[in-house]
Every structure is written in structure tokens, then in C-alpha cells.
């Protein structure tokens, strides 16, 4: 089988957007695409096949791929991440953070090589590269990297020669050369990333689902993919526990102002689009047919409160900084003159517990909650969101 090569250069930049916008900010857009896939997408020969229809629809239509992956599957599956720590999570082994990276990182490496050798059957001329090779340089922190810097010349280069890249998601090096993993759902991270520093046309993200939807469609079958989101949106419902793109990730998308669209390996549906502006036509927008895009929710979240104490010194500051020295993070707080309350993860309960008495709290603890968010760019200008909310969880019983 023959593919057909980009139609235009490396680096010659379109005058208009994916979807005939024009380039936003001082960055160019060129006509490179980074498609991720998650590990469901690389786990079956079936998942595989359609990914590389999508890579060859890309390079028909002028593309020119870089093609991130994660590691094959979900806990269980041979090489999924969970699946090598628990090689080396048995009583009598104990793993450094430096070694588990160095372990985790092999499942993305295996679906690289597989991934590219797939594309090669099909015909395109693939090369397969690990994150450090790719040039994505972090911290220091294993497990649960950042990217500090980013260096594509190498990946530029193959590109250039017509080449499709398969990278192995999920990874990088520190400036000492120390392999490191970005965290869970790290390969989002990794492709935004690329996208970025290749001033990708469009970066997409393949998954199980044909999109970002308007609620967890596991809870609310009936629910509805969104065709366009801004990244002010898609931000809020990452951050609150929507599981379709990655917090960080699309947080680096808004910064770079990068068009994303996420959508199914397993269909051709075209998914949700990402952009500054939401929907392409500006009067559509303006006919936007509610205030709230979507509801998404957290479980296993905690309830934290105490008094607020008396006299001129309230214990805020002490409860504070007790959380922050032992790293908990700590949302929706809430203080009144007589009681201060948030929330924390249900996991980080008894570290929390101990670190606040030990600063003379005494916390009043509330375990095995959730937490629900309504995300929408129109709630502000529209009275009577919270009403609605009010109504149907308490029809809901809750």
C-alpha cells in the first residue's frame, strides 16, 4: 500500500486555521498534526487497524503526523502502567521513584514499537522515538514530572523527510538525563507539548469516546456530545474530574492557543473541537441554547471543618500551612466567623487528620463524598442556575 505525502512543505504555514480561522497569536500554524492515542485505542488489533486509517486519512488530506501513545490497555493488561508497578509491589521489593520511571516508561516504549510497526505494514515510513529522544526535557520530580523545555529539531528533521514519528507518550528526561513519567494521563500532556513546540495545525486525542460529553456517559447514557468548547470550559470540567483530556494538558492548550479536538478511534464522528472562541460561527455562540455546557463530579472526597477559635488570632494560618507541609491540596474553602471548612481527597484523610492535630486543630471529619460542578461560560449573566441545581438534587435525594 502507498500513501500520499504532504502537499505542501515543512514549515510553510497555511493562512487559515483548521477550520478556516485565522492563525491566533504570533505563532504560524503549519501543517503538522499530533494525534494521541490512548491505551484502549493501541490494546487490540482492531484498535490498531483503525488507528492507522487515521493516520493514513491524515496524510491524504495533507497532513503531516506525529503520532503519541500510551501504554496497551488498563490495569490488567500486560503492559499497562498498573501492571508493572505491581512487579515491583510485592512485600519483599521495594522500588526507588527513579526505578518505577524507568519502569513505566516501558509501556509506552512497547506500544510505540508495535504502533510503528503497524503503520509500516500499511506503507508509511515511520521512525519511533522515545520522549528523551523527542526532546522533552522536565523536573526533577519522578513520577509526576513537568515539562520545563522542549527541543524538536530531531523530530522536525523526520518530518521533513516525509517520515510519520510515533513517540512514546507519558515520558521525558531531566537536564541530567534521568528518565522521568509526566503522571497519570501524561501522553495528553506529551501531545500538547509536541503541538506546541511544532506549531501543529491541530493536535487531536483519540479515546474511547466520541468526545467531550455533557455529563459521564457511564452515569447519563443519555448524554450528548458537545461539537465545540472553549478551553476556559474544557479546562473547568478536567479540573473537576471530567476524564477526557487532561487537566494540564488543557491548560498548555489555552496557553498556546492550539486548536484540540477530541474525539473516537472507533468511528469517524468528528468529536469536540477545542478553541479560544467556542463555536466557529461568533452569532452562534451569542444563540448559545443554555447557560451550562456540562456537569461533571470527584468522589472519594472529604469534608474538613473546625472552629474558627476565639481571641485575635484565628487557627487559619496554622491549618494552612500544617496541610501544606505534608502536600495536600485543598478546594472549595469556606470560612465564616464561627466555622472554616474544605475539601480534600478521601485518600490524603488520615495524613491530614494527623498533620492538623499536630498543629492543634481538632478537625471534624466527613468521608465518602462527591463533589458536583456545573461548568458554563453563560451561568454569570443568568439568574436562577443555582435554583435549578438546588431542585434537582433535591429530587434526587441528595
Not at 534521568?178 to 491541530?202: F, K, N, Q
Not at 468548547?229 to 492557543?257: I, K
Not at 470560612?335 to 495524613?351: D, G, L, N
Amino acid at each position: 500500500m502507498t500513501t500520499r505525502r504532504a502537499s505542501r512543505p515543512l514549515g510553510i504555514s497555511r493562512k487559515t486555521g483548521p477550520n478556516g480561522d485565522a492563525p491566533r497569536g504570533k505563532l504560524s500554524r503549519t501543517r503538522i498534526i499530533v494525534q494521541k492515542y490512548g491505551g484502549t485505542s493501541v490494546a487490540t488489533e482492531e484498535g490498531r487497524a483503525r488507528l492507522s486509517q487515521h493516520v493514513t486519512a491524515a496524510v491524504g488530506d495533507g497532513w503531516s503526523p506525529v503520532v503519541v501513545v500510551s501504554a496497551m490497555g488498563r490495569s490488567g493488561a500486560p503492559y499497562a502502567t498498573d501492571t508493572l508497578l505491581g512487579l515491583v509491589q510485592a512485600p519483599t521489593l521495594t522500588g526507588t521513584p527513579r526505578d518505577l520511571d524507568l519502569l513505566m516508561s516501558c509501556g509506552e516504549v512497547i506500544s510505540a514499537v508495535i504502533t510503528g510497526a503497524t503503520l509500516r505494514r500499511a506503507g508509511h515510513d515511520t521512525v519511533v522515538l522515545t520522549g528523551q529522544q523527542t526532546g522533552i526535557v522536565t523536573d526533577d520530580v519522578h513520577g509526576n514530572a513537568s515539562i520545563v523545555a522542549l527541543r524538536p529539531e530531531r523530530i522536525a528533521g523526520h518530518l521533513s523527510q516525509g517520515q510519520v514519528v510515533v513517540v512514546a507518550g507519558f515520558q521525558g528526561a531531566n537536564r541530567a538525563g534521568e528518565v522521568t513519567t509526566l503522571g497519570r494521563g501524561g501522553s495528553d500532556i506529551s501531545a500538547v507539548a509536541l503541538g506546541a513546540a511544532l506549531h501543529a495545525g491541530l493536535v487531536e486525542i483519540y479515546t474511547d469516546v466520541d468526545g467531550i460529553k455533557t455529563a459521564d456517559p457511564q452515569l447519563v447514557p443519555q448524554a450528548r456530545t458537545i461539537p465545540h468548547m472553549t478551553y476556559n470550559e474544557t479546562s473547568q470540567l478536567a479540573h473537576e474530574g471530567a476524564r477526557v483530556l487532561h487537566p494540564r494538558a488543557a491548560d498548555m492548550a489555552a496557553r498556546f492557543r492550539l486548536p484540540v479536538r477530541i474525539r473516537s478511534t472507533f468511528t469517524d464522528t468528528p468529536g469536540t473541537l477545542v478553541t479560544a472562541d467556542g463555536p466557529e460561527d461568533p452569532w452562534a455562540a451569542l444563540a448559545h441554547p443554555g447557560p451550562v455546557t456540562g456537569v461533571t463530579h470527584s468522589d472519594a472526597i472529604a469534608l474538613v471543618s473546625f472552629g474558627s477559635g476565639s481571641g485575635d488570632s484565628p487557627p487559619y494560618k496554622r491549618t494552612f500551612e500544617a496541610l501544606a507541609g505534608v502536600e495536600i491540596n485543598i478546594d472549595m474553602i469556606s470560612v465564616t466567623p464561627q466555622t472554616c471548612s474544605f475539601i480534600i481527597a478521601s485518600q490524603a484523610v488520615e495524613t491530614a487528620e494527623q498533620a492538623l492535630r499536630g498543629a492543634g486543630i481538632e478537625p471534624v471529619l466527613r468521608r465518602n463524598l462527591a463533589k458536583i460542578s456545573v461548568v458554563g461560560r453563560g451561568m454569570r449573566d443568568t439568574p436562577g442556575v443555582m435554583a435549578r441545581v438546588s431542585e434537582a438534587l433535591l429530587e434526587a435525594g441528595v
